[in-house]
């Protein structure tokens, strides 16, 4: 009977595994080709398809966001969460695809915090002890996922297909690389980062390692890509670039699993198949692009 149970236990995990990984594939094969195919082909207006791509992407991501806050009892109806979301992104597509002046990104991040702080100032007694919940939650979705897929936009204002490419590829080899080095070697070494007790050491290793091949293969296949320098330089500042970015993307990854931990969440939505919600599967990309931004300008423009 003890062997019969283990033995349907065992035959449900591989079952569960097979699942997630079919659920992947699908969105490896039909996901990511849509997203290189707006960047190859619809380049028009500043990569206008792409930028409004990633509004889309921020609002929703802070519309989960804010139904996590919920629990906490940080309340912010989901359509001002949605419109603080794309606030930052929006508004730094206006400046790339229809060359407003730049100082309409700060005018457009202020007006959104002044509506937040000015919502509130009339409510009813009732619900004046809950006016700072609602405040914390409205500056919250506007930084996050907000204010980090900004950078995303910001590198569109390139005009560099390529370079987009290869941090798309960065980003997504991390997450794919993270999770195929966690499922064959984490068995003995997860549990160890309180925030994600399922994510194991092997995955975060092999997601890093993941992203220093990317950005290194990159520079050995597509010197065109970068400023002209001497391979073995360009080689140094690739690696440094891909590991940069990869341990961001890490940090991504564990920053929303602490706050799914808090607001005792497994998913942050149910919109994306075999990955849970829309932050779920951004919360890597938010933070590695600023990172990937300020450095490829450090290492490949400003050097």
């Avoid at 194991?200 to 890093?208: E, N």
């Avoid at 005792?264 to 990172?291: H, Q, Y």
């Amino acid at each position: 009977m003890a062997v019969s149970i283990k033995y349907l236990s065992l035959a449900g995990e591989k079952g569960r595994i097979m699942s997630v990984v079919i659920k992947r594939l699908l969105v490896f094969f039909i996901g990511i080709p849509a997203v290189l195919a707006l960047v190859l082909f619809l380049p028009y207006c500043g990569y206008l398809a792409v930028n409004v791509v990633v509004v889309f992407f921020s609002a929703m991501g802070a519309v989960e966001f804010a139904s996590m806050l919920e629990k906490k009892n940080l309340h912010i109806t989901k359509t001002k969460a949605f419109i603080l979301g794309a606030l930052a992104p929006a508004a730094m597509t206006l400046t790339i695809s229809f060359n407003l002046p730049e100082w309409i990104i700060p005018l457009t991040v202020i007006t959104g915090a002044g509506w937040v702080l000015l919502s509130y100032t009339f409510s009813k007694d009732e619900k004046m002890e809950t006016v700072t919940n609602s405040i914390a939650a409205g500056f919250s979705v506007l930084i996050y996922p907000g204010f980090f897929m900004y950078w995303l936009v910001k590198m569109t204002g390139w005009g560099n297909a390529g370079v987009i490419i290869i941090f798309l590829f960065i980003t997504f080899g991390f997450d794919s690389t993270a999770w195929l080095a966690g499922t064959l070697f984490g068995r003995n070494n997860r549990g160890i980062i309180p925030a994600s007790p399922n994510k194991s050491i092997a995955g975060y290793v092999g997601g890093t390692v993941g992203t220093i091949i990317v950005a290194g293969g990159a520079a050995l296949i597509y010197p065109g890509l970068f400023p002209d320098m001497p391979i073995n330089t360009l080689l140094v500042m690739a690696v440094i670039l891909g590991f940069c970015t990869g341990v961001a993307a890490a940090l991504g990854d564990l920053a929303e699993s602490a706050i799914k931990r808090s607001c005792e969440t497994k998913d942050s939505g149910t919109l994306m198949l075999g990955r849970g919600g829309i932050l779920d599967s951004i919360d890597f990309i938010a933070i590695a692009a600023p990172v990937f931004y300020v450095l490829f300008n450090l290492l490949f423009i400003n050097s």
